[in-house]
């Protein structure tokens, strides 16, 4: 009688699961639990954003909120000051220049020994190698290494009250960029940077 009751429970649950498109129950209790109520479908949920894969990040040039520098005849002048500040961002070399002149004055009064400045062109890509390279040469190389092939111009160390000029081809701004101009005292490169282009 047990059997045959179980039987029919089986039965009763497999005919209510034809006409209501109910899985099938395959034991007593399954039989009596409710089935649950179609509702609205569940909206689809939103992927979530794909990292990207890592690599190395490209060289892009310094981004600054600090003006553009005013270029005139070929040559413009930026300042230094004892704040670990350049006073531009940016420099547009016209592309109508042959050659490029860049005065940097140090508005400061720190001599050069503790807060000395310089001004470095070259590809943004090499800019901390040079700097960190720069290191070991040292104050009186202006902390730029001998022979550094990937600096394309670079001033001497001025301090406080100082300037130095600068004069480089501007077809060497035409290379494999962006390109930046910065300072090469140890630790400055962080702050003391912008980019140089050909507009």
Do not use: W
Not at 2 to 26: F, R
């Amino acid at each position: 009688m047990k059997t045959m009751l179980t039987l029919l429970g089986a039965a009763c649950a497999l005919a209510l699961a034809a006409c209501g498109d109910k899985p099938a129950a395959t034991d007593d209790t399954a039989a009596t639990t409710p089935a649950p109520v179609a509702s609205e479908p569940a909206p689809a949920a939103t992927p979530a954003p794909v990292e990207p894969a890592a690599t190395a990040p490209a060289a892009t040039a310094p981004a600054s909120d600090k003006p553009a520098a005013v270029v005139a005849d070929c040559a413009t002048e930026i300042e230094g000051n004892d704040a670990m500040q350049f006073n531009v961002g940016s420099i547009t070399v016209p592309a109508s220049c042959t050659e490029f002149k860049i005065t940097l004055k140090h508005t400061g009064q720190m001599p050069v020994a503790a807060m000395g400045h310089n001004v470095v062109i070259a590809a943004a890509a090499d800019m901390q190698g040079i700097a960190a390279d720069g290191i070991g040469a040292g104050v009186a190389a202006d902390y730029i290494k001998a022979g550094d092939a990937r600096v394309i111009a670079h001033s001497k160390l001025v301090g406080g009250g100082e300037s130095a000029t600068i004069s480089f081809p501007v077809g060497k701004l035409g290379g494999a960029g962006p390109f930046a101009f910065f300072c090469s005292f140890p630790g400055h490169d962080a702050m003391m940077k912008g980019s140089i282009a050909v507009g």
